[in-house]
């Protein structure tokens, strides 16, 4: 099992920042990659940005040049810097993790960009 929580969501202003965190626990030992996926109301769930247990990141279009994604060492911990902020990011973001051909969720954090 692995437990994902995440953090740093808010209300900010078009243009602005925020920086989301997930803190992984359980049997993250042999975590691979770890994801943040976004949904906004009425509209399916997307990814956003990827990491591997290597470092390399994977991004949407949508978000390439304004968002990134990082970790610490041991992966128990992702971030994602989000730059530039714009009323189409406003969404609930959710960490993710793939393991064991199980997808496991956090409970997610809101962002909501005000124009």
């Known amino acids: 099992q692995v437990r994902l929580v995440e953090s740093g969501g808010g209300l900010v202003q078009a243009g602005g920042a925020l920086r989301l965190s997930c803190a992984a626990s359980g049997r993250i030992f042999n975590i691979n990659a770890m994801d943040w996926y976004r949904q906004a109301p009425g509209k399916q769930r997307e990814l956003v940005a990827t990491?591997?247990?290597?470092?390399?990141?994977n991004y949407a279009d949508s978000v390439k040049g304004r968002f990134t994604i990082s970790r610490d060492n041991g992966m128990s911990t992702v971030y994602l810097q989000m730059n530039g902020l714009n009323s189409e990011d406003t969404a609930v973001y959710y960490c993710h993790v793939f393991q064991s051909w199980v997808d496991f969720w956090g409970q997610g954090t809101q962002v909501t960009v005000s124009s």
């Open positions: 990491i591997t247990s290597s470092g390399s990141t």
